[in-house]
């Protein structure tokens, strides 16, 4: 667990923020100058803030209160940046025992057989970095910040120098150091594309605030923080499994609230996978549509309105526990007469997978 609680003031801006970050990605998410790069250099030793308290892994690494300040190496933390920062003299091999040698003694952590294998690099151990892709070059610098055993990583923006294949290629293996390390990760990204697929936890940073903070799913579900993202960014996560491809080409992934069927997916039965359901594919009516080419349509019950304009952001409950958003008029919320308890059927055009 990584406990922060900061406040700095800068010329004209001013940090004041506090958050848990438990075990898995935590994601700080915001756009661009809300604060997110002064958190994790603060959390980095980096930067030394006005006043504050950093905890990780049990160990107080900065308390204004108490004068205690250790400095970035003693923190333990590993710091990948978007440039990787490779050793250009040296090979991948070299560059990644490199980390190692800092590694903290007794620290549980994976050997570099483990990490080569983690992270797809065993065909790249005799080359130097200027032989590497973008994306290869990533993921040696998250090795070698790996095989130091930190208490912690962070990761700014690390795919934020790619283009959108080289993106595509990484994300598997982030995927894999998330759910095989047991090392917490700081992430930053203004791109919801990678927040959806990665984050366990969801951190929203607005001028220097925390305007929402807890489990992706609950934070991504809630209409007063979908209003201060980007239109097309709104929607919801819901999590599931493949159990069958169906022979006209869709694949069918069961979640806790019902079976959802989506284009075909090219994963095996029994895979985890996640959905992003955005709030304008997302159609309430009263009774059960008939006549209809819609396949997903899920039992749910009116939890909360929040007008937005001429629109409303709808949140509803669906039966196992989930919940979805779903952007129409308010012209419509007055018309099927929706409140709070009512319910109705959430019929959802499409499901993307993130």
């Given at each position: ?7 700095h003031r800068f010329t004209g801006f001013a940090l004041n923020v ?337």
């Open positions: 667990m990584l406990t922060v609680a900061l406040r506090a958050f848990d970050a438990p075990a898995g990605v935590t994601a700080l998410f915001g756009r661009s100058g809300s604060g997110k790069t002064t958190i994790v250099n603060a959390v980095a030793g980096l930067l030394r803030t006005d006043a504050g308290r950093i905890v990780a892994d049990g160990r107080v690494l900065f308390d204004s209160a108490t004068r205690v300040d250790l400095t970035p190496q003693q923190r333990r933390i590993g710091y990948v940046f978007q440039d990787a920062r490779l050793f250009p003299h040296l090979t991948v091999r070299q560059n990644l025992l490199y980390g190692a040698r800092f590694a903290r003694q007794g620290a549980v952590a994976p050997s570099l057989d483990t990490v080569v294998d983690l992270l797809g690099l065993g065909g790249l151990l005799p080359r130097r970095p200027a032989l590497l892709s973008g994306g290869e070059q990533a993921r040696v610098g998250i090795g070698r910040a790996l095989l130091a055993r930190p208490r912690l990583m962070i990761l700014d923006e690390p795919l934020a120098a790619l283009d959108g294949q080289r993106r595509a290629e990484i994300l598997p293996y982030l995927e894999r150091l998330r759910d095989d390390t047991a090392v917490p990760i700081l992430y930053i990204s203004h791109a919801m594309a990678e927040v959806t697929r990665l984050a366990t936890t969801l951190v929203m940073i607005e001028a220097g605030r925390v305007t929402q903070a807890g489990p992706i799913d609950r934070v991504l579900s809630d209409p007063l923080a979908a209003r201060s993202m980007e239109g097309g960014d709104v929607g919801a996560v819901l999590s599931g499994h493949v159990t069958a491809q169906e022979p006209d080409g869709l694949t069918r992934i069961t979640t806790p609230d019902g079976d959802l069927l989506v284009p075909m997916v090219a994963a095996s039965p029994g895979q985890t996978l996640r959905l992003r359901v955005k709030a304008a594919e997302v159609i309430l009516s009263l009774s059960r549509p008939q006549d209809s080419s819609a396949l997903n349509v899920l039992p749910a019950t009116v939890a909360r309105i929040e007008p937005d304009g001429p629109t409303a952001l709808v949140q509803v409950r669906l039966d196992g526990g989930g919940a979805l958003l779903a952007r129409i008029t308010c012209r419509s919320v007055a018309a099927l007469g929706l409140a709070p308890g009512t319910a109705c059927f959430a019929t959802i055009k499409s499901a993307g997978l993130v």
